[in-house]
């Protein structure tokens, strides 16, 4: 379970202030909101790869903030928004990678290590790909592969920067599939941020509204995804309608015209 | 199964070949000396000093000449060429994954201009003859200046170091040209030549301060090569736990004393560094397990072959640097037209 209690972060001209929330075991916690509104910040905050005002992240009980990177990455796992690839390294050496924590400056990673990489190809349907060189692969496959490195360690939280971006419908539907049967089927507490508020609130368990660095909304999809928040948060109007108890967000349109 | 079993190969005699480019390299030369004794005399010397150690007597019986030429001349040379060959092509791959930049050497941290300003200090100004402590102390001066300029709160980024080498690359190259400008003709021709880089001038004393500091940093290396794989990914090494800025400058360290105590023996070596590692990674690809290893060991033949071209192709001896550069770059914009530069991230 990861608890995030009063998160402040400040950069010179923008601040994140009294960041709450929980997210069970099991569970999948959606920070939405718009461009610049704090989103990714509050994710490295939690990972510590910013470093906020005081100690505020709980993770099963224990002070995260207080462990070393080392251990910090054993946890929990960050899937990053951008990644620039430098050499082309096959999918598995790749994947491998995710396992640096456990592995000294002088070791490599041995049998027991690949195995594990492979699990988790496996686990995410891309063990066709383990001898590609990764900078080959299309954008979901390379999301995938993110995601696998991430989840090599077991970790208890994972952390995904807009897992979505630069998807096609089909690999955006397939990555946040992923994340929730992953949240379900290991237990791990997911937090993401997406742009899109009809697929958060299809594969959120709980979303966040985010603006100017404040959390505004925090709850059910179907509490927090209102017509009059959204037009606060994001400044243009919306409707919203639900199909299958599910609430879809539109943009409101001023006329149809003919 | 077939291609990785030609790997397999070409890796293991790759990995093999420095010792035949050694036994050519003694080999070649003006006075001819038959194989079998370039081997019986070599292999004796090491069964010498190797019994001086243990305490028991060992003694040769091969000609005074061959052994003076062989053990005098020859091998110093020889091992002097593989110790550089393997600290500038090692250094190479090592900065690349470092700056996440296939276009980088070492020289690219000032090195190569720092010594060049260390010599023409020494000869021009000084007028002393023995140049390379000038040029090792102001080549590690130029890494630390680098290092110093590039920190930005606290942290050095890969980027500022590469700016804040051209920098300090600038500024001593202004004042070597001054230097020259300034210079007698006799002083500036050894400075110009010392620059083009020469195994000419190798002995035993050059041999033992830069074969033992180029094996350490090739081992330390070896030792940390898996670490590369990560730390190429560049900060994004912290998401996974690993503290990439430490790492960083333990790498640059090593790469910075093994290619300023090369180039201080031998002046500016160039294309050794970016060429090799870019032909390892074509061969095996990029990971760091096997590019290390084997672009020791081609560095090393590498520059044995150059070195043995320079000192027999013609009457007189041809600037190393010179040579590597003139057979490194048909063969690089070969490999370039042919794969477009692929065998580095996506084509």
Redesign the interface.
Known sequence: MLRVSGLSFSYSDFSVRDVCFEVEEGRVLTLLGPNGSGKTTILKCI?G?LKPKRRCVLVDGRDFHSLP??????LAG?V?QV????????VL?FVV??L??Q?G?????GEEHYRRALEKLRLLGIEGLKDRPY??LSGGQLQLALIA??LVQDPRVLLLDEPTAHLDFRNQVKILEVVRTLARGEGVSAVMTLHDPTLASVYSDKIALVRDGRIIALGSPRSVLRSEVLEKVYGVPVCTIEVNGLRVVLPRVASHGR | MGRLWAKGALSTFLLASPAFTMVLGLLVGAYRIPVADVVGVVAAEAAERLSSILGFSFSSSYPSVYETILLRIRLPRVLLAMAVGSALAVSGAVLQ?VF?NPLVDSYILGISSGAAFGVSLAVGVFSVAEATPFAFVFSLLAVLLTCSLARVGGRVSPISLVLAGIIVNAFFSSFTSLLKFLMEHEKLASVVYWLMGSFANADWHSVEVALPLASAGCLLVY?????L??L???E????????PGR?RLAMIAVVSLVTSSSVSFCGVIGWVGLMIPHMV?MAF???H?LLIPVSTAVGASFMTLADTLARSLASYEIPVGVLTTLLGVPFFAYLLRKTGGG????G
């Not at chain 1, 990644?83 to 096959?90: G, I, M, R, V």
């Not at chain 2, 030792?223 to 670490?227: D, G, I, Y």
């Open positions: 990972y790869l990177l080392r251990e910090r990455a054993k960050y990053p990644h620039s690839p430098s050499f082309p390294y096959t050496e990678m995710g640096a924590s592995l400056v002088f070791e490599a990673p900078t080959q490195r991430a | 994954a996440r030792l940390m090569r898996w670490q794989n990560v190429s990914l560049g994004e090494a912290r998401a996974l736990g690993v503290e790492l990674r690809g990029p990971d397990r065998w580095y991230a996506e």
